[in-house]
């Protein structure tokens, strides 16, 4: 039995949708770890809401959002900062644990792992984004080369410590999803609403085949929503909000297909399995996770990158997709027992 602290991104509240996948991965292994019998405390940002779990809430100003900034962004810590808060609280604490996994994509938890007696296993929920993280986070690679984990191996193969990562994927608590048969006539589309997902692209694919696209996620730029309201006034698109996962499941079930139009490296993309729980196909841009997970023409297509036509002409194939076979990916490779096998098994070595 470990006894396990698990310390959240700092960008906002755990269970506010702020945190995207991060959460998702945090919460179903917390879940998971327990359910293994180990002790399991999360510590994040005031208001992070874990069932079942015991969860310490810190104070202070919430972290920046790292993917909106440039590669040269220096470190950036607000006054009162709830990242260092969490930090300072891990270090009065760490003899009580065994093991500190960090969640957060940021540069001080790196720093300060040299400076911490209980060992740190570092969870990496993106690619590379700016250089003086990956300085930091190369740092500690070669000071500590078991205790970096990634989603993917695209993922991976952005930081200069490629070789160092261990591969964990992802999954999902499958009894929470429910498999859908006979959709609606609608697209779907999940995910932070940011430059960096590129909606639009999903926009222009839904008006050329006419089929209404329901948007489901956090706004979390507002400037961005607004200019694409602007640009598509026509489109048959209705953002439908931010759902937990029970509401997110119902509505994503109905739903024909998935679209997955990432600008960036997309680190794993867990609607993307969340989708594929619900029988719903996933059309996906080639790159980064999605690729991993998507089998292409069997769970769903793999199109060109940034291709409108290439998603045009998967979605005027959906009918070659069994809806069935989607929901055995998911059971076959993102169930929480895999998931719970792969992090306990690099748990255990560190
Ligand atoms: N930005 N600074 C910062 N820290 C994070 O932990 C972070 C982030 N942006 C996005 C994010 N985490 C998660 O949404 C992704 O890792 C999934």
């Known amino acids: 039995m470990l006894k396990l602290l698990f310390l959240s991104t700092p960008v906002g509240p755990l269970g506010s949708g702020i945190g995207g996948g991060v959460e998702l991965t945090l919460l ?14 999360v510590v994040g940002p005031e208001g992070s809401k874990v069932e079942h779990i015991s969860c310490q809430e810190i104070s202070g100003t919430c972290q920046e959002m790292i993917q909106n900034n440039h590669r040269d962004t220096p470190i950036i810590l607000p006054e009162n900062s709830v990242l260092a808060n969490m930090w300072d609280y891990g270090r009065k604490v760490q003899n009580d644990y065994d093991l500190i996994v960090n969640f957060a994509f940021d540069w001080l938890p790196f720093y300060l792992t040299p400076f911490f007696t209980t060992p740190i296993a570092h969870f990496i929920s993106m690619g590379s984004m700016t250089d003086t993280f ?4 190369n740092r500690v690679a070669v000071k500590y080369p078991k205790n970096i984990g990634v989603y993917t191996r695209s993922q991976a193969a952005t930081f200069p410590f490629n070789d160092a990562c261990r591969i964990l994927g992802s999954g999902l608590n499958l009894s929470l999803y429910n498999y859908c048969e006979s959709p609606d006539n609608y697209l779907a589309w ?29 706004i979390t730029d507002e400037e961005y ?32 297909a998935l679209l997955m139009t990432p600008r960036w490296i997309e680190a794993f993309g867990n609607v993307a399995i969340e989708a594929l729980a619900c029988g719903v196909p996933v059309i996906a841009y080639s790159r980064g996770g999605p690729a991993e997970i998507v089998q292409h023409e069997k769970t769903g297509f793999l199109v060109e990158p940034d291709s409108i036509s290439g998603l045009v002409t998967a979605i005027n194939n959906l009918h070659k997709i069994e809806r069935k076979q989607c929901r ?20 255990n070595e560190l």
């Not at 179903?28 to 405390?41: P, W």
């Not at 639009?200 to 006419?210: G, T, Y």
């Open 28 to 41: 179903n292994l917390a879940q998971e770890m327990s359910q293994r019998g180990h002790q399991v405390t």
């Open 134 to 137: 990956d300085e930091m986070m």
């Open 190 to 218: 999940v995910g932070r609403l940011s430059p960096e997902k590129a909606l639009e692209d999903a926009i222009e694919a839904a008006e050329i085949v006419n089929i209404p696209l329901k948007i489901f996620g956090k």
């Open 225 to 256: 929503w607004q200019t694409i309201r602007k640009k598509y006034p026509h489109a048959p698109y209705q953002y439908e909000g931010f759902f937990n996962t029970i509401e997110l499941q119902e509505k994503l079930g109905k739903c024909q």
């Open 328 to 347: 055995q990916q998911a059971e076959t490779e993102y169930s929480l027992k895999a998931l719970g096998d792969r992090f306990e098994g690099w748990f």
